[in-house]
């Protein structure tokens, strides 16, 4: 079993609707970040949180430490948004990522 | 541009030669961390420095794997006798230490035929 899984696999909307991604860590971790990444390979950093929830624009992230899950909300989807989302946990001091499979979303006009 | 800066883009190689990609990190990060993304997959760990100092090594990264920092400043990572398995995204990112939020570069394509 993968250390951070993630629902559904690929997914598919039309343009408005609102997402829900998800993904479940089975360790423990210092933060959970969700990251985009776009054909050609870049990748951005959206969220980074360790409680809570988090908002940026039309996306929201939260989080539940106790249940090792976490979700990424996008409201009002738009064909721009699809791209590959990624979750990834960091733990302890070095920080470096354990990532997720990530989920394609393709958002149709 | 102060990002993350990977060269090259992409590199087709035949299998067999050497190849080296270059990162160079955000110019105040102290951490440096080469991943490998293979087709339908996620990211996965192969190493990380801490100014020169490289710090932890994925068992991904066998023998004809090597990487380096030597001024604690860009980073190469050498790849020998090439093999078709090779072929992946290298991507790089750069972080501050004590602070979580890594900084991404574009990846390197390698393609090995």
């Known amino acids: 079993k993968n250390e951070v899984e993630q629902s559904p696999q690929n997914l598919t909307a039309q343009e408005g609707e609102f997402i829900t991604i998800n993904c479940s860590y089975s360790?423990?971790?210092?933060?959970l970040h969700w990251l985009q990444q776009h054909p050609g390979g870049g990748i951005v950093s959206l969220f980074m949180?360790?409680?809570g929830k988090k908002k940026h624009g039309r996306l929201i992230a939260t989080i539940n430490i106790q249940e090792k899950h976490s979700s990424l909300h996008i409201t009002a989807s738009h064909p721009r948004d699809s791209a590959v989302y990624i979750c990834?946990?960091?733990?302890?001091?070095?920080?470096?990522?354990?990532f997720g499979k990530g989920i394609t979303l393709s958002v149709r006009p | 541009d102060t990002g993350v800066s990977q060269n090259p883009r992409h590199k087709i190689t035949k299998r067999g030669q050497n190849v080296t990609f270059r990162c160079d990190p955000i110019?105040?990060?102290?951490?440096l961390y080469w991943y490998r993304q293979t087709l339908g997959q996620g990211p996965e760990f192969l190493t990380y420095?801490?100014?020169?100092?490289?710090?932890?090594k994925s068992r991904l990264l066998s023998d004809r794997f090597s990487a380096e920092r030597p001024k604690g400043s860009f980073s190469t990572l050498e790849i020998q006798r090439t093999e078709q398995g090779d072929s992946a995204m290298y991507l790089c990112?750069?972080?501050?230490?004590?602070?979580?939020?890594?900084?991404f570069g574009q990846g390197t394509r390698l393609t090995v035929v």
């Open positions: 990112a750069s972080s501050v230490t004590g602070i979580a939020e890594a900084f």
């Open positions: 360790v423990g971790i210092s933060a």
């Open positions: 949180l360790s409680s």
């Open positions: 990834a946990v960091s733990r302890g001091a070095n920080s470096k990522l354990t």
């Open positions: 110019s105040e990060h102290n951490r």
């Open positions: 420095f801490q100014n020169e100092a490289q710090l932890e």
